[in-house]
């Protein structure tokens, strides 16, 4: 005998005279029948969105460190630079107070350009960069068959 293959009924198997045929408790039969497989993918699918979740978590984490990573290592190449831009000035004009006010206005200078500048230099290309790796990452999920739930 051959078995029987049984389809979750959808809206279109439902239309027309296909469902004045089907009597009332073949409905019936078929949840309390794949009420098992029904859990078991509400189970699977619960952990998979778990799983995205963590690696979301993970890929952001890990961005996030390794920016404020680049950020200190730029502060103390900056605060050495600093020190040593100060020291220079301070022996061509044999005092260590100017070289030193002059390294300080210099990145008085620095700090307000940034402050003008902000919205080129670091929101913009920030949005960019989110926007691309979240493509590139919606692409990652396509290539291992993985769809997103609106």
Same mark, same amino acid.
């Given at each position: 005998? +051959?078995? %029987?293959?049984?389809?979750?009924?959808?809206? *279109?198997?439902?239309? *027309? !005279?296909?469902?004045?045929?089907?009597?009332?408790?073949?409905?019936?039969? /078929? /949840?309390?029948?794949?009420?098992?497989?029904?859990? !078991?993918? $509400?189970?699977?699918?619960?952990?998979? =969105?778990?799983?995205? #979740?963590?690696?979301?978590?993970?890929?952001? /984490?890990?961005?996030?460190? %390794?920016?404020?990573?680049? %950020?200190?290592?730029?502060?103390?190449?900056?605060? /050495?630079? #600093?020190? &040593?831009?100060?020291?220079?000035?301070?022996?061509?004009?044999?005092?260590?107070? $100017?070289?030193?006010?002059?390294?300080?206005?210099?990145? =008085?200078? %620095?700090?307000?350009?940034? +402050? &003008?500048? @902000?919205?080129?230099?670091?929101?913009?290309?920030? +949005?960019? =960069?989110?926007? @691309?790796?979240?493509?590139?990452?919606?692409?990652?999920?396509? !290539?291992? #068959? !993985?769809?997103?739930?609106?």
């Amino acid at each position: 005998m +051959i078995p %029987v293959i049984r389809r979750p009924p959808t809206v *279109g198997y439902l239309s *027309g !005279e296909i469902s004045r045929m089907l009597p009332r408790d073949d409905f019936s039969t /078929f /949840f309390r029948e794949n009420k098992a497989l029904l859990r !078991e993918y $509400v189970d699977v699918r619960t952990e998979l =969105l778990r799983l995205q #979740g963590i690696r979301l978590l993970a890929r952001s /984490f890990s961005f996030l460190m %390794v920016g404020v990573v680049v %950020v200190l290592m730029a502060l103390f190449i900056l605060f /050495f630079l #600093g020190i &040593a831009f100060a020291y220079w000035i301070a022996s061509i004009t044999g005092s260590q107070i $100017v070289g030193f006010l002059c390294a300080a206005a210099l990145f =008085l200078v %620095v700090l307000v350009l940034f +402050i &003008a500048l @902000r919205r080129v230099l670091f929101q913009n290309p920030l +949005i960019r =960069l989110f926007i @691309r790796e979240s493509d590139s990452h919606a692409d990652e999920d396509e !290539e291992y #068959g !993985e769809t997103r739930q609106p």
